[in-house]
């Protein structure tokens, strides 16, 4: 299976999350960044991956950036913004085919998430959804993780290629 895992992470735990999942996929898996994820690195993807973290209880928008890049006297080192943020990179998402799953990284009470917006952009793209999106929880604003939350995104990784093998033999009954 052609499996992408395409994140946005500004303190390190979404990008641990990514990696975690992709191991779950199997080694095959690639691991990206938006701005690694170009429309040649995701042609023939039978199943793409993607995750941001929850910013003011959604999906960043440019100014949430913005305001994050101005810095906060609580952030433990300043966001890693060197990516085009998940929200731009879905909108320039070009038409595609497959399946898909969406994840976040959120403090365990965030009444909103990120994965809404996120699987409308990759239904909009013609991906199709493959399970109900996932959710990992980080301790803090900035993380760490919470304990188990790698494991579990392993074991979600598992799940997912697990579902699409699934589909695959169903269609081809």
């Known amino acids: 299976m ?3 895992v395409v994140y946005e992470s500004h303190w390190g735990n979404t990008a641990a999350i990514a990696h975690a999942v992709a ?5 095959e898996a690639r691991t990206l960044t938006t701005d690694e994820a170009s429309s040649a690195s995701l ?7 993607v995750g941001a ?22 952030a433990p080192s300043p966001p890693d913004l060197s990516h085009p943020s998940m929200r731009s990179w ?14 976040e990284t959120r403090i365990w009470w965030s009444p909103r998430g990120a ?6 952009g990759l239904r909009n793209a013609g991906y199709v ?15 760490p993780l919470r304990d188990g939350e790698l494991e579990r995104a392993r074991q979600w990784g ?7 093998a699934a589909s695959d033999t169903a269609i081809l009954s």
């Open 2 to 4: 052609n499996a992408v």
């Open 115 to 120: 994965t809404g917006d996120i699987e409308r």
């Open 43 to 49: 042609a023939n993807v039978d199943l793409i991956v």
């Open 53 to 74: 973290p929850v910013i003011g209880f959604s999906l960043a928008s440019n100014k949430m950036r913005d305001d994050m890049a101005k810095g906060s006297s609580k």
């Open 23 to 27: 191991e779950g996929l199997g080694p």
């Open 158 to 164: 598992t799940e997912l290629k697990a579902s699409v």
């Open 129 to 143: 959804p493959v399970t109900k999106a996932a959710k990992f929880v980080v301790e803090g604003s900035y993380g």
């Open 90 to 103: 879905l909108q320039g998402l070009p038409p595609g085919h497959g399946r898909s799953a969406a994840f």
